[in-house]
């Protein structure tokens, strides 16, 4: 996953921003399609991997709030999946672990 450059800010943030791009191949040819643990604050386009943010995500960064972690998984029409877990710290900057 590749994290979006900077911070988000306070009563400047709006769903439907990107929070980060997720990226994988199947190396037999399959097709990908991401899943993210947390709908609530996350929305994830199934075919791209790119991660947006809710109104409720928003919501709690222009509240004052910290985002939780999320983990998006990658499967693959050939049956592999792999997963990577961002870890939002309270600065609200998103670092990746896999």
Do not use: C, K, R, W
Not at 27 to 51: E, F, L
């Amino acid at each position: 996953m590749t994290p979006v450059d900077g911070p988000f800010v306070e009563d400047s943030t709006n769903a439907g921003d990107t929070v980060a791009t997720s990226t994988a191949n199947d190396p037999d040819g399959g097709d990908i399609t991401y899943t993210i643990d947390d709908t609530t604050n996350y929305a994830i386009d199934a075919s791209t991997g790119t991660v947006t943010l809710t109104a409720a995500g928003a919501a709690v960064v222009n509240g004052g709030g910290n985002l939780p972690d999320f983990t998006v998984t990658a499967a693959s029409t050939t049956g592999q999946t792999s997963s990577a877990t961002a870890n939002v710290n309270p600065a609200d900057t998103i670092q990746m672990s896999h």
